[in-house]
Structures are given as C-alpha cells and as structure tokens.
C-alpha cells in the first residue's frame, strides 16, 4: 500500500511539474511578443482573446491540425524521432529543480517542490541536456537538405564550445555549497542576499549566463537557424507538431537554464532579505526565473546577431580560460578557508 501510494505521489508530482513548465512555455512565447512588441512600438498579439490571451491556444491548434509533410529523400525514422530526441532532455531536467521549500498536503498525499533530490542533480541536468544537440544534429542531416545540414552542424559546434565553459562556470558553486545536489545548493544561500552565490562568483555568473544563451540557440547566438543565412536552420524542412516540438523544446530549455542559474546564483527560493520570508518561496522562485526571461527577450531585441567565427573564437579564446582561471581561483581560496 506504501509503495501504491509513493507511486501515486511521483505521478502526480510528474504531472503537475510537466503541466506547468508547458504552460509556462505556452505562455512564455505570448509575453515574449508582448515585449518585443512594445520594446518595438507596436501591440503585439490582440486579436485572440481579450488582449490576445489566448493566442498560445489558438497556435497550438493550428500547430495539432497542420499537414504534416516529410520531404523527399529524408530518413524519416530519424526525421521523425528527431524532435522527441530535442524534448524530453529538455523536459527530463526539471525533475530535480527545488521551485520552493513547503510541502503540500492533500489527504495522504504529500507534495514536494521538487520531484526528486539526487546527490548529483547538476551533473543529472548537463547530462541530459547535452542529449538535445543528438536531436538537432540528426534532425538536420535527416532532412535531406543544405541549410538543415548547416544548422545541425552549427549547433553541434555551438554546444561543444559552450557547454564546456557552461559546465566549467557551475564548479564555482558546486564548490562553495560542497555538493552536486540542486536542494543543498539551494539551502547553502540561506539568509539574505550577500549570502547568495552571485555576490562571491560574479566572474562565473556571468560566464554561465553567456553560454546559456548560446546553449539555448538564443540572440545574439542563434547561428543555427539563422534566417538570412539558413532559412530556419535545422527545422527548415519540419513542420506541424514536429515543428511545435523544437518550439517547446527550445522555450523549456530557457526556463531550464534559468531555474539553474536562480538555483546556482540567487539563491533559489530565498527571499533577498531575512524579514521577507513571509512570502512563499514559490513567488521569490518564478520571480527569479521570470528575471532571467526578461534578460533573453530583451536581448533578442537589441543585440545583433555574431558571425560564426566571432561565435567559436569567443567561446574558446575568451570564455574557456575564463572558466578555468576562476575555478584555479575559487578551489584555492576554498582549500585555505577550510583548512
């Protein structure tokens, strides 16, 4: 019976974490062109609902019902399976991010914020994460096509260059908390502001929020689906739910690296200062979270796009040594303040 009802509580748990990182997303691509929309000086979604609310429905019926079309020539075994390869790392990393502190008890069942606290949750994260460039790369050499072709290889070199330094930048905090665990992390910041890990690891914060963007394909980073260059990159050739699949995949991974870096840098749940607590850690989270959001749509409306080159010279040549010499820097101050 404890087991039934252990099972039980994951699968609701699963659920509801699923419903509403989906729901986010769903709502994350209105917000994104209401901002665009008045960062440009125009509306934005109005027509579908009141002030286009429902603008995320109507697009995603129109997505469902579409005509699915495989081009000639494609391996469509893996032109199909493509597009899940991308989502679900993209989703699977949620299962250890802590979104608050309280459980929540309804009958027997209780909640927790977190779906499950693994002792190396930020290697559980990178791992599966890595995962979505085998999607994207596949996906681009299955279309039969030039510009899918380019965008995949693009994408692959992005990952690689960045996905070191981004790996590299979280060693800083994984330092200073003494663990790999996302919740221990997050209670290491406890207490205020000045305890959060952004105030000690500026340098890598900075890092990692650089190589975030890159990691998710985002302006000023989004080589791979380029438009003046590759039409759309490596979906130029997808479209109906497959193409609604890189969507989804390419907005969760967003609020993914923003979780992490609210998790690895502000503190998560904390609130900022010590006579706060008394809003729900909840809050403070998707605040956090939402501030990151802001950041990336910001920036796509502000920042040109870089040539490749500039891309990998920077990844390599700037952003690398800078990981490493932070981490010499921070493991020795550590080994000296704890002997």
Known sequence: MDAMLKLVVILVQIGGVLGVVLLHVAYLTYLERKV??????????????????????????????????????????????????????????????PFGRDSIQIGPLELKPVITDINVGILYILAFASLGAYGILLGGWASNSKYSLLGGLRSAAQVISYELSLGLALVGPILLSQSLSMVKMTEAQGGGFWKWFIIVQPIAFVIYLICAIAETNRLPFDLPEAESELVAGFFTEYSGMRFAFFFLAEYANMILVSCIATVAFLGGWHAPLPFLEFIPPVVWFIGKVYLFLFFYIWLRATVPRLRFDQLMAFGWKVMLPL????????????????R
Do not use: W
Request: glycine fraction near 8%; charge should be negative.
């Open 323 to 338: 990981a490493l010499a932070n981490i010499l820097v921070t493991s020795t101050i550590v080994y000296f303040l704890n």
């Open 36 to 97: 665009l929309g008045d960062m440009q000086d125009r509306m934005g979604p109005m027509e579908v609902g009141p002030h286009g609310l429902l603008q995320p429905i109507a697009d995603g019926l129109k997505l469902f019902f579409k005509e699915d079309i495989i081009p000639a020539g494609a391996n469509k075994i893996i032109f199909s399976a493509a597009p899940i390869l991308v989502l679900i790392p993209a989703l699977i990393g949620f299962a250890v991010v």
